[in-house]
C-alpha cells in the first residue's frame, strides 16, 4: 500500500534560519511527489511538484528515490512561510488524478521573528 | 480569479440522516476530485470524476456517491451518516485527468 509519512507534527524555526520539512513515502510504481501549502484561512494550494523542477518561494524539494524522501528546504525561513505543509503521492504523471493523491498528515511550520 | 466553490460552508446533521455537498470547478477544468479530512490527518480520496464518468475511488464505503453534471459541477453524496462522517470534505478541479489540483475551502460537516 502507498504511503507518505511526515515525522514532525510541528517544526519550529527563527526567521533566517534554514528550514527542511521530511516527507518520506513508499510506493511499489514511479511515484510522483507534491508539496502542498496551506496558509492560514486559506485554502490548499500547490506549492511544488517535482517533476517541474521548480523552486517556488524559495523552497525546494529533490525526489531520493535510493531513501525514499522528498524533504522541502529553504534555506532562510521567512515569517510569511508560517502554514500548515502537506507532502502528498500519486502515480508519476497522473497528478493525482485517477488514483487520487496520498497526502501525509502534515507539518505546522511556525517561524518565529 | 474564481476558484474552486463549495457549498454549504457548514452543515451539521444527525446520525442516519442524508447528506449532499455541492462543488464548482474552476472555469475550463473537466476533473472534480472529492477528497475527505479528518481533523488531525492530511486529505483521504474519495473520487475522481472527469468528463461526467468516476474515474477513480478512494477505500470508501458504497454509503459515498458522487456525479458531475454536464457543467462540469460535481455533488457528493453520504447515505446513513455516522459520527466518524464528521470532516472537512474538499473538492479539487483540474484541467484533465493528469493535471495538478486546484482546492476549494471545503464543506466542514458535524454529524451529532
Known amino acids: 500500500a502507498q504511503r507518505v509519512t511526515q515525522p514532525e507534527k510541528l517544526l519550529s524555526v527563527f526567521k533566517g534560519a534554514p528550514v527542511e520539512l521530511k516527507c518520506n513515502y513508499s510506493y511499489s510504481g514511479s511515484p510522483e511527489l507534491f508539496w502542498y501549502v496551506q496558509y492560514s484561512r486559506q485554502r490548499l494550494q500547490l506549492l511544488l511538484r517535482?517533476?517541474s523542477r521548480e523552486s517556488i518561494k524559495g523552497f525546494t524539494a529533490d525526489l531520493n528515490k535510493g531513501e525514499t524522501s522528498f524533504h522541502l528546504k529553504k534555506p532562510f525561513a521567512q515569517e510569511e512561510d508560517s502554514a500548515m505543509y502537506y507532502c502528498?503521492?500519486?502515480?508519476?504523471?497522473?497528478?493525482?488524478?485517477?488514483?487520487?493523491?496520498?497526502f501525509g498528515k502534515g507539518t505546522h511550520l511556525i517561524i518565529q521573528p | 480569479d474564481a476558484g474552486v466553490t463549495q457549498s454549504p460552508t457548514h452543515l451539521i446533521k444527525t446520525r442516519g440522516q442524508h447528506v449532499t455537498l455541492r462543488c464548482s470547478p474552476i472555469s475550463g477544468h473537466k476533473s472534480v476530485s472529492w477528497y475527505q479530512q479528518v481533523l488531525g490527518q492530511g486529505p483521504q480520496f474519495i473520487f475522481q470524476?472527469?468528463?461526467?464518468?468516476?474515474?477513480g475511488r478512494g477505500n470508501f464505503p458504497d454509503r459515498f456517491s458522487a456525479r458531475q453534471f454536464p457543467n462540469y459541477s460535481s455533488e457528493l453524496n453520504v447515505n446513513a451518516l455516522l459520527l466518524g462522517d464528521s470532516a472537512l470534505y474538499l473538492c479539487?478541479?483540474?484541467?484533465?485527468?493528469?493535471?495538478?489540483?486546484?482546492f476549494g475551502n471545503g464543506t466542514r460537516l458535524t454529524v451529532t
Open positions: 470524476y472527469y468528463e461526467k464518468e468516476e474515474r
Open positions: 479539487a478541479s483540474s484541467w484533465d485527468n493528469n493535471s495538478p489540483l486546484h
Open positions: 517535482h517533476i
Open positions: 502528498a503521492l500519486s502515480g508519476l504523471y497522473s497528478g493525482g488524478g485517477a488514483d487520487g493523491l496520498t
